[in-house]
């Protein structure tokens, strides 16, 4: 899948992601007009004229020329053996003769009265034959062929409609259009969580973390495909990543996720509290510097929202450039499906919240989208084991971190790539440090640590 910018062209795989809204197609101009022309071309001439024709007499401000386009629309798809005439129940088309002879007989022309006798003579006995007059207003002339369009399109939607997506007019005309036409036209798939999980984080307000912004992490750190990934610096201990397209999140345009996986000869459980042990995280962190919580939110009773810890975290860049701010929700759950564990760090653009931390002069605010996984590995076969609760000394731990940082201020995007693609070896030299002054201490971890009670709280679940 291509990145998942709103400003890129379409592809015809993105079609498999939304799910297309028929009402909203017919909203549409572009569409409408490519459904009509491929409804003229499949033996719905008289359907695809019909809709074309009404569409223009409901835009006619003028009470005589609306008249003058009722009767002919009348004649030619509505009265008995019209040229084009549409498949309507006769009730319907009752109601459209009625209201036309009082809008004929007000502007002192008439429909031929032998055409309307002979329209209500044909009613089947069930039907009212003596239609009493019905009041007259502008509202009834704009709406004269409403329920004729209605009964129309849901014969369409039922038989053509998917005729039409699976089309080349369609598909044609979608490779033209950027990604926010689809938007436009149709919702993600709830399956399509690169599609969801950008619908979602484009402001960034939201505190909470759901199960959905977890599994798109968890894709993106355990996707291998040459296609989407580009491996940009390894040696025998890590190996860095770079996507192979940008992404657009808010107002954070055309950057990379930068992603790096390491191997630590510890068993997960004492990586896991050493990488998330605040004291740790200044320390193998050399530019991290500060770490304020802020806010503790439990997970909702039908476990849509995770429990999350949101922090206020500064980070000490060098000369020239000034330092930045993140304001990160992070979320811990172990995925029994691929047996890892996913501790979001997704940004938090809560206005109301970041004005109410004391200012700092020369700080700029950043955004940074990503977080940290962790898999037990077998050191032998180097496959993926069960690591929930597993204290096994003889398993190793594969940790990744994934991140999508756009710094803000004036500092050159391809210096942050650049630094990103070295930070993989530095990290496994000092985490290697820490794990091995922690593990003199027995691996001890602060009982009130926020990050491993979100875990605590999350438990397992199925991403």
């Given at each position: ?7 890129r ?7 498999n ?34 809709l074309?024709?009404?569409n ?14 009722a009767?002919?629309?009348y004649?030619e798809f509505?009265k ?12 319907i ?8 002879k009082?809008m ?5 022309t ?6 309307v ?6 009613l ?9 007059p ?10 004269l062929f ?12 039922e038989?053509?409609f ?6 080349n007019?369609?598909?044609d ?11 436009d036209?149709?919702?993600?798939k ?5 599609f ?11 505190e ?17 495909d ?11 201990n890590?190996?860095?990543?770079l996507?192979?397209?940008t992404f ?10 930068i ?16 990488m ?9 962190d050399?530019?991290?510097?500060e770490i304020?919580?802020?806010?503790y939110i439990?997970k ?6 995770l ?5 206020h975290?500064r980070y000490k860049?060098t000369?020239?450039f ?10 811990a759950?172990?995925?029994k499906?691929?047996?890892?564990y996913i501790i979001s ?5 809560n206005?109301?919240?970041i ?19 962790f898999q037990s ?11 929930f ?7 190793h731990t594969?940790?990744?971190?994934l991140?999508y ?16 693609k ?27 640590n926020k990050v ?7 438990g397992?679940?199925?991403?």
């Amino acid at each position: 899948m291509l990145a998942n910018s709103k400003h890129r062209l379409c592809t015809i795989d993105d079609l498999n992601h939304f799910d297309i809204q028929f009402e909203a197609l017919l909203d549409n101009e572009t569409t409408f007009n490519c459904f009509t022309n491929f409804l003229s071309q499949s033996y719905n001439k008289e359907s695809a004229s019909f809709l074309i024709q009404v569409n223009e007499y409901r835009k006619i401000k003028y009470e005589k020329t609306r008249l003058q386009k009722a009767n002919a629309i009348y004649e030619e798809f509505v009265k008995e053996n019209a040229k084009h005439q549409i498949n309507i129940k006769s009730e319907i088309k009752t109601k459209i003769i009625t209201i036309l002879k009082q809008m004929n007989n007000n502007n002192n022309t008439h429909l031929n009265d032998m055409t309307v006798e002979r329209k209500l003579s044909n009613l089947t006995p069930s039907e009212p034959n003596n239609v009493k007059p019905l009041p007259l207003s502008v509202t009834s002339e704009k709406t004269l062929f409403d329920e004729a369009e209605l009964s129309v399109l849901i014969s369409l939607k039922e038989n053509q409609f998917k005729n039409f997506l699976e089309s080349n007019y369609f598909k044609d005309l979608l490779l033209l259009q950027n990604l926010q036409f689809l938007y436009d036209i149709g919702n993600p798939k709830e399956s399509s969580v690169d599609f969801s999980f950008l619908e979602s984080f484009t402001n960034l307000k939201n505190e909470f973390i759901t199960k959905n912004d977890l599994k798109f992490l968890k894709d993106k750190f355990l996707q291998q495909d040459e296609k989407l990934w580009d491996l940009v610096d390894q040696s025998k201990n890590h190996k860095t990543y770079l996507s192979t397209t940008t992404f657009d999140f808010g107002d954070s345009i055309g950057l990379y996720f930068i992603k790096f996986e390491v191997t630590f000869p510890y068993p997960i459980k004492q990586v896991l509290n050493t990488m998330c042990e605040k004291e740790y995280r200044l320390c193998y962190d050399p530019n991290l510097k500060e770490i304020i919580e802020l806010k503790y939110i439990n997970k909702s009773v039908d476990n849509s929202n995770l429990a999350t810890i949101v922090t206020h975290e500064r980070y000490k860049l060098t000369w020239p450039f000034d330092d930045r701010d993140f304001f990160v929700r992070s979320c811990a759950v172990y995925d029994k499906t691929d047996n890892v564990y996913i501790i979001s760090k997704l940004s938090l653009e809560n206005k109301e919240l970041i004005e109410q931390q004391p200012k700092k002069k020369g700080v700029i605010i950043a955004t940074s989208i990503g977080g940290w996984a962790f898999q037990s590995i077998d050191p032998v076969t180097q496959q993926v084991v069960n690591g929930f609760n597993h204290n096994n000394d003889n398993t190793h731990t594969k940790y990744y971190q994934l991140f999508y940082l756009d710094f803000k201020g004036k500092i050159p995007k391809g210096i942050v790539t650049m630094l990103w693609k070295k930070r993989a070896k530095a990290f496994y030299k000092l985490g290697m440090k820490y794990l091995k002054i922690n593990e003199e201490r027995g691996f001890k971890c602060e009982e009130d640590n926020k990050v491993l009670l979100t875990l605590e709280e999350n438990g397992m679940a199925e991403l």
